[in-house]
């Protein structure tokens, strides 16, 4: 005998009125509760707003049958998982078989046994609970998984980010210093050259007659020459070690070792140092015109966020285009290049609501519909083994969503170029806890 009280739900679906009363007895006195059904169209309809524990199922019934409404059931995508148990006095087995085969879990005969019925009932109750819970696990278990997954691309990739970091930050180090007492010292070796030039003319005008040896080797070196190149190489050297001061600057703003932590920072500067690591990608070869860039920059604030990660986003979406660029430019000759120029273009704007967007464009072979929809899937990629791991846009996605708060996006037609858009809020709850 049951001495617990149940509290599942159970819709009976029988057209015999004596049937209906003694199910409804013997259950309600257990604590199910039951809703009646009295065709199998009533059970279908009743069904679209109300979800049983299990079915009881008769099978002769006047309109659809016990099993066509078992197969409308099964094929409900609502329904199809609630446990069916037909109740039939045919004791035929072909129509045990037929009803096992359109889904149903079980069947009992009528005239209905109490203590089977129930027991029955209790069982497939049970063996729909742990299937339910077993579903329920089987979710957390591959979310578990997934979420496993993308600790530990992202592991990977901050740690290929961090290496980068160093090394970028260890070259930076390493320039800066010779670049520096080579800078400083252009400004008195200019001087001394300036005096030995005057030094020279006054020689010149105290001994217009130098000595012939003197006269002769004057000639042989092109003093003029001389004294009109020395000051222009000295100005175009002072040119070079500011060049590469700034470069140093760039490299060091991109490594950002200063610490990963949440700051104000311009983000120009970042995306302004981020292509200065991918200028050898852009740059024009004998072979290829080059990538052109077109930046349309807006008035932005500093804006509160993690450089370093943010750097990271820009060098993806930049290395992306400049992949798919280059894919399309290998197709094209050299004229058609010249005439319709691979082109990315990036735009910043503040936007009305405390945020700011910045939009990396590119007018290459854009993407498919079917591809837009799992860009931003870890291991995504359409590139060949070896050339792309899938997980840039990925990480982008993270970074941007979870660490900052922001959105990304793209647009794409498919043969008229993509559009990546970020947006970020201007200021970030951490930095001003900071
Ligand atoms: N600008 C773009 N134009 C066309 N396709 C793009 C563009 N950016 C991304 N894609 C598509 O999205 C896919 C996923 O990009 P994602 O950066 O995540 O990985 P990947 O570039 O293939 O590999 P990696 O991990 O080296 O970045 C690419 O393989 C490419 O098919
Ligand atoms: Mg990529």
């Not at 329920?136 to 997934?146: F, G, P, W, Y």
């Not at 660029?325 to 000759?333: F, P």
């Amino acid at each position: 005998m049951f001495t617990e009280t149940a509290t599942e739900t159970i819709l009976v679906v029988d057209d015999n009125p004596t049937n209906i009363q003694v199910l409804f007895d013997v259950l309600t006195e257990i604590g199910y509760r039951v809703a009646i059904a009295k065709s199998g169209e009533a059970a279908l309809q009743r069904l679209q707003s109300y979800h049983p524990d299990i079915i009881l199922l008769d099978v002769m019934m006047p309109g659809i049958d016990g099993f066509e409404t078992c197969r409308r059931l099964k094929a409900g995508p609502t329904t199809c998982d609630i446990p069916v148990i037909f109740m039939t006095a045919l004791s035929d087995s072909i129509d045990k078989v037929k009803g096992l085969s359109l889904g149903a879990v079980d069947y009992i005969t009528k005239p209905i046994q109490h203590e089977e019925t129930l027991a029955r009932i209790r069982v497939h109750l049970q063996l729909s609970n742990s299937q339910k819970a077993l579903e329920q696990r089987t979710v957390e278990l591959s979310q578990a998984l997934n979420h496993l997954k993308q600790t530990q691309v992202h592991l990977v990739q901050s740690e290929k980010m961090t290496s980068l970091g160093q090394l970028i930050a260890g070259i930076a180090h390493e320039i800066n210093n010779p670049v520096n007492f080579i800078h400083g010292n252009l400004i008195p070796a200019e001087e001394h050259v300036e005096d030995l030039m005057t030094c020279l003319h006054l020689y010149r005008e105290c001994y217009p007659q130098p000595d012939p040896r003197i006269q002769t080797w004057m000639e042989q070196v092109n003093m003029e020459y001389l004294e009109a190149d020395l000051p222009k190489l000295i100005h175009s050297m002072k040119l070079g070690s500011d060049r590469i001061r700034q470069l140093v600057l760039s490299l060091r703003n991109f490594s950002r070792l200063e610490g990963d932590g949440c700051k104000a920072v311009n983000i120009h500067e970042g995306i302004e140092s981020t292509l200065l690591i991918l200028q050898h990608r852009l740059r024009a070869r004998p072979d290829h015109p080059g990538i052109r860039l077109v930046r349309n920059y807006g008035q932005l604030p500093e804006i509160e966020c993690y450089p370093s990660q943010l750097n990271q986003v820009f060098m993806n979406l930049l290395s992306n285009a400049i992949d798919a660029l280059e894919e399309q430019d290998q197709q094209r000759h050299f004229d058609e290049i010249q005439a319709k120029p691979s082109t990315i273009t990036i735009c910043t704007d503040l936007l009305p609501h405390q945020a700011v967007s910045i939009r990396i464009a590119d007018n290459g072979p854009g993407i498919e519909k079917t591809v837009c929809s799992k860009l931003f899937e870890p291991f995504f990629t359409t590139k060949q083994i070896g050339k792309g791991t899938g997980l840039g846009l990925s990480i982008s996605h993270q970074i941007v969503t979870e660490k900052h708060g922001g959105k990304i996006s793209c647009q794409s037609t498919f043969g008229q170029g993509a559009e990546f858009v970020i947006e970020i809020p201007l200021q970030q709850a951490v930095c001003q806890a900071a």
